[in-house]
């Protein structure tokens, strides 16, 4: 099987309670199963397995209580990871080591990265880590961050908490959209477009009512002058006004003026700091276009920086695929001088130097490598949009600065570029007409913002409308194209589903005589033949059925995105009657063996197989009363 197809397995659970081990057990490939006596502690390991695996769980039993961290080695389709995670709250990160946990044990706090449970504007989540890890693919957009490993792990997981009739995990803040987002995710549809597109128009409507309503509003508040509303009769009379003004200046620059001593002494001081005004004016202006040119230049390093690093992903993945074909080469004879090679005698040696090798650990290396490159590509995309928002800003107070350096020039120029006298009426009357020239256009222009503001909501409002229409259009076609998908994977989960719902003993007549079983993502919800909610045991068989034909379809069509893991606590719950559990188990045994790559099913129970009760399935001893899951 190649590397890239989804993969998470446990290889190694570790509990502790302070510096003390209350349990440790070693996990394999395949069937794995915990057995022992009810209240023997099972589920309680169940839990912790949820819970390192990233699942937002706090419900700690008494005995769990007293535990302070869970561990798990994990192996995945990138290699293999430790998780560490201190027993404390639902959001309590997770922190993770790229090797196996007898390497992690020796570094102490060194190479141990912390990941917070969801995603946070400056660092990347656990649940972004370890989809690029299993082989899934990760969300991009921060709505569909909701689609986590807590989600992903929810149908993965059948607890014995969780109302029986019910697909997923239960938990009491659950969305339709998050569960349909996820049972498309593991059915192979590929991406999360179509739930960032209904996020997106749920995001669009609001906008498109409340620029409705501030429209409604600014119409209202409106004067009854209807010129007013509109922009363009506002701006004609704006230029009419200028051009008067314009004249009116020509005008007075004509007049000849006589002045005393005195007056001239004031003329000339306040025409200098009139002068020192435009001057502080254009160096605020020169200023701004410097600060502009600066940021352009700043923006197309980042450019360059943020194409460096794409390029080296793309490298890093080449030298990785490389690496996996040259490692698998048998040499014979030296590659540098031709020589004939001593045969290597042991598995995991280098065919040339003889050394030993770890393909594990070079996976793990990869991996942290391309965490670290992700990491810094995210970070530059966000100081690119940060320059961005600054550059845009400086636009904006350019206009301003521009504004306020025509307004001073024009004062200077009105009243010392002309002549020094005292004001004649002539130049008195002009002077005046010049004042109530800007009071009428600052009116106007107050206007016009009002009238610009209709004119923004108005376009906001057939925006917004073209841009639901065109998501809407997306919508169906993307509907269309990914129904064609799910339907082929729940065909294929159906047909699998129905073919052991026929195997069960005859307890339910319409499990004996089903011809489909119809997987709901959205409605939280398992039918057979249309139907809903049987007998409370044979709704718990038909609840493990669902999630187990999940898994099995997904290892016969490599389009799923399923992790290839499953976890099932509660085979015997609501009075499953033994020989019911040992069939299930049998049947467990039967379909999961007959697949072709890799997977891990962990189930409890406390009605063994006779016939299981192998070392090749059983996952330490059979637990008791005595000698219960936790040793304390």
């Known amino acids: 099987m190649s590397d890239t197809l989804p993969r998470l397995q446990i290889n190694r659970l570790r509990v502790l309670s302070g510096p003390k081990v209350v349990y440790d057990q070693l996990f394999h490939e395949g069937v794995n199963i915990i057995r022992g006596h009810n209240g023997s502690g099972k589920s309680t390991i169940s839990d912790f397995i949820f819970y390192v695996l990233g699942g937002e769980f706090d419900d700690w039993k008494e005995a769990a209580r007293k535990c302070t961290s869970v561990q798990a080695e994990i192996l995945t389709s990138k290699g293999q990871l430790t998780l560490?995670?201190?027993?404390?709250?639902?959001?309590?990160?997770?922190?993770?080591?790229?090797?196996?946990?007898k390497d992690a044990e020796t570094h102490g706090l060194d190479g141990w990265e912390s990941f917070p449970i969801r995603r946070q504007q400056k660092s990347e989540s656990f649940s972004q880590v370890m989809f690029r890890s299993i082989g899934i693919p990760e969300a991009q957009s921060e709505g569909a961050s909701n689609v986590t490993m807590h989600q992903l792990i929810r149908l993965c997981y059948s607890d014995q908490r969780s109302p029986a009739a019910r697909l997923f995990r239960f938990e009491s803040f659950d969305t339709?959209?998050?569960?349909?987002?996820?049972?498309?995710?593991?059915?192979?549809?590929?991406?999360?477009?179509?739930?960032?597109?209904?996020?997106?128009?749920?995001?669009?409507?609001?906008?498109?009512?409340?620029?409705?309503?501030?429209?409604?509003?600014?119409?209202?508040?409106?004067?009854?002058?209807?010129a007013l509303q509109n922009s363009e009769s506002i701006q004609e009379k704006l230029r009419e006004l200028d051009a008067e003004k314009k004249n009116l200046i020509r005008e007075t620059q004509k007049v000849d003026e006589y002045l005393g001593?005195?007056?001239?002494?004031?003329?000339?001081?306040?025409?200098?700091?009139?002068?020192?005004?435009?001057?502080?004016?254009?160096?605020?202006?020169?200023?701004?276009?410097?600060?502009?040119?600066?940021?352009?230049?700043?923006?197309?390093e980042i450019k360059g920086f943020q194409?460096?690093?794409?390029?080296?992903?793309?490298?890093?993945?080449?030298?990785?695929?490389?690496?996996?074909?040259?490692?698998?080469?048998?040499?014979?004879?030296?590659?540098?001088?031709?020589?004939?090679?001593?045969p290597v005698t042991e598995p995991g040696h280098c065919f040339v130097c003889h050394s030993s090798t770890d393909s594990e650990k070079e996976k793990s290396r990869y991996n942290k490598i391309r965490l670290d490159l992700d990491i810094q590509t995210r970070e530059t995309k966000q100081l690119m949009t940060t320059k961005l928002a600054e550059l845009d800003s400086l636009k904006q107070d350019l206009k301003k600065y521009q504004q306020d350096y025509s307004k001073e020039s024009t004062d200077f120029e009105i009243r010392y570029s002309g002549s020094n006298g005292p004001r004649e009426a002539y130049l008195a009357a002009?002077?005046?007409?010049?004042?109530?020239?800007?009071?009428?256009?600052?009116y106007l222009v107050r206007s016009l913002g009002i009238a610009a503001e209709l004119d923004r909501l108005n376009k906001l409002v057939d925006e917004r409308s073209a841009e639901i229409n065109k998501f809407k259009q997306r919508e169906l076609s993307l509907q269309r194209h990914a129904q064609a998908r799910r339907n082929t994977a729940l065909l294929e989960t159906s047909s699998i589903g129905v073919s052991i719902l026929n195997d069960d003993l005859q307890r339910q007549d319409e499990f004996k005589n089903a011809s489909t079983m119809k997987l709901n993502f959205r409605d939280d919800a398992i039918l057979v033949d249309e139907k809903l909610n049987f007998a409370e045991s044979s709704n718990v068989f038909l609840k493990n059925t669902a999630v187990l034909s999940l898994l099995l379809a997904a290892g016969e069509d490599q389009k799923f995105y399923h992790p290839m893991f499953l976890l099932l606590d509660n085979i015997e719950d609501k009075g499953m009657e033994t020989a019911r559990s040992h069939l299930f188990q049998e049947i467990i045994v039967k379909r999961a063996t007959e697949l072709k790559v890799p997977y891990q099913v962990i189930f409890t129970t406390s009605m063994m197989n006779p016939a299981l009760d192998l070392d090749s399935y059983t996952i330490g001893p059979s637990y008791s009363a005595e000698q219960k899951s936790l040793s304390f």
């Not at 560490?84 to 946990?101: N, Q």
Request: proline share 3%; charged share 35%; glycine share 8%.
């Open 84 to 101: 560490k995670r201190a027993i404390e709250s639902k959001t309590t990160p997770i922190e993770v080591f790229f090797g196996a946990l």
């Open 176 to 226: 339709p959209a998050i569960r349909e987002a996820v049972g498309d995710l593991v059915c192979g549809l590929g991406g999360y477009e179509i739930y960032e597109i209904g996020l997106k128009l749920r995001e669009l409507t609001k906008d498109l009512e409340d620029a409705r309503q501030r429209l409604n509003g600014l119409l209202k508040a409106m004067p009854p002058d209807a």
């Open 261 to 300: 001593k005195g007056q001239l002494d004031e003329h000339i001081k306040n025409r200098r700091d009139a002068h020192n005004r435009v001057a502080k004016a254009q160096a605020l202006l020169f200023d701004t276009e410097r600060e502009i040119k600066d940021r352009d230049f700043e923006l197309r």
């Open 307 to 342: 194409d460096y690093l794409l390029e080296t992903l793309s490298r890093l993945d080449f030298a990785e695929r490389s690496l996996a074909i040259f490692g698998a080469v048998a040499f014979t004879h030296c590659p540098a001088c031709g020589e004939k090679l001593a």
């Open 430 to 442: 002009r002077t005046t007409r010049i004042g109530h020239i800007d009071a009428e256009g600052a």
